[in-house]
Nanobody, 129 residues
Framework: QSQLVESGGGLVQPGGSLRLSCAAS????????IGWFRQAPGKEREGVAC????????YVADSVKGRFTISRDNAKNTVYLRMNSLKPEDTAVYYC??????????????????????WGKGTLVTVSS
């Protein structure tokens, strides 16, 4: 069974850092672009960062640019989201999702959740003092 599993969430103080991981089982990530998304209570799910299958191209949302970095290690079948200088407004459930390469949809990764093929169940990040 193909699935994505997020980990690394938790409670952190404002200004702190976390690294989220997205691990795949049942399939290899090197055929997929990966996106990180988040959903805060009462808000729509939004794209945070996306990385293409080779890791050579990334998109990062303006709201987190300069603070969040997406990276991948295909040998470990894992994608990461490094989050620095966290703010209370970063509090949300963070999801990773996979988009198979070759369909020309990577440019829509941040803006269109419906193009993604697989989703994880999410990990909660709470930024609070």
């Amino acid at each position: 069974q193909s699935q994505l599993v997020e980990s690394g969430g938790g409670l952190v103080q404002p200004g702190g850092s976390l690294r989220l991981s997205c691990a795949a089982s049942g399939f290899t990530l090197d055929n997929y672009a990966i996106g990180w998304f988040r959903q805060a209570p009462g808000k729509e799910r939004e794209g945070v960062a996306c990385i293409n299958s080779s890791g050579g191209v990334t998109y990062v949302a303006d709201s987190v640019k300069g603070r969040f970095t997406i990276s991948r290690d295909n040998a470990k079948n894992t994608v990461y989201l490094r989050m620095n200088s966290l703010k209370p407004e970063d509090t949300a459930v963070y999801y990773c999702a996979a988009l198979i390469k070759g369909r020309g949809l990577f440019s829509k990764c941040l803006s269109s959740t419906y193009v993604m093929d697989y989703w994880g169940k999410g990990t909660l990040v709470t930024v609070s003092s």
